[in-house]
């Protein structure tokens, strides 16, 4: 959970941050959550009502894709960053072109 720099109540936005080697990178997940209800060890909110037991569905969701891109990464011998993590989770892959492809 990230709070706005002037927060002063309601939800604040949760974001996902990837470390690799010291380097971070945050995604947003586009969702948010009270703050007295997110425990911040777990990374999850607390409680046992619907909402709160979809939003931690989800974020359990991202963290399985994220390592899924992780393994995908590690299997084409890319170099492993957390830029790259998130440039592919989030479709921004790199266009490589070589000149005979231009041709």
Known sequence: MKKPKYYKSGPA????RITVD???AEISTG???E???WNAQAGRANG???DVRTLNAYLNELQMKLHEVHRQLIEEDAVISADAIRNKFSGKGEMT???IEIF
């Open 13 to 16: 936005p949760i974001y996902i």
């Open 22 to 24: 010291g380097k971070r």
């Open 31 to 33: 969702r948010d959550c």
């Open 35 to 37: 703050p007295s209800r």
């Open 48 to 50: 046992t009502k619907e």
């Open 97 to 99: 072109r070589n000149l």
